[in-house]
């Protein structure tokens, strides 16, 4: 007969668990730096990089808060360059069927 040990008391969330820390987002924050918008790009990038020093140091809702914003400003990031992508594209075309020979 083998005997197996009672599962632990409480389970995931429960008292002494600690909750798991917010993302993050440093990935699509360097990512939109990269690839759309260099400023807000760099305002997402340093959101993101609070991010788990303040969980660790016990700051939950500022962490929370890191990572709202971090995930706000890539969002802003993206959209401005694809606005400007779509904008110069549109200006060049422009340009172009302008221009005589």
């Known amino acids: 007969m083998s005997y197996y040990p009672p599962p632990a008391p409480g389970g995931p969330g429960a008292y002494g668990v600690p909750p798991a820390p917010p993302p993050?987002?440093?990935v699509w924050?360097?990512?939109t730096t990269l690839f759309c918008c260099l400023?807000?790009?760099v305002v997402s990038i340093?959101?993101?990089a609070q991010v788990n020093g303040k969980w660790n140091s016990?700051?939950?809702a500022g962490a929370i808060s890191a990572?709202?914003?971090a995930k706000?400003?890539?969002i802003v990031s993206a959209i401005v360059g694809v606005v400007v992508?779509?904008?110069y594209f549109i200006f060049s075309v422009a340009v172009a069927s302008s221009s005589t020979y």
């Open 46 to 48: 340093v959101f993101a």
């Open 72 to 74: 706000t400003w890539a």
């Open 39 to 41: 400023p807000a790009g």
């Open 67 to 69: 990572s709202k914003n």
């Open 24 to 26: 993050n987002h440093l």
């Open 58 to 60: 016990g700051d939950h």
């Open 29 to 31: 924050a360097i990512l």
């Open 85 to 87: 992508g779509v904008l």
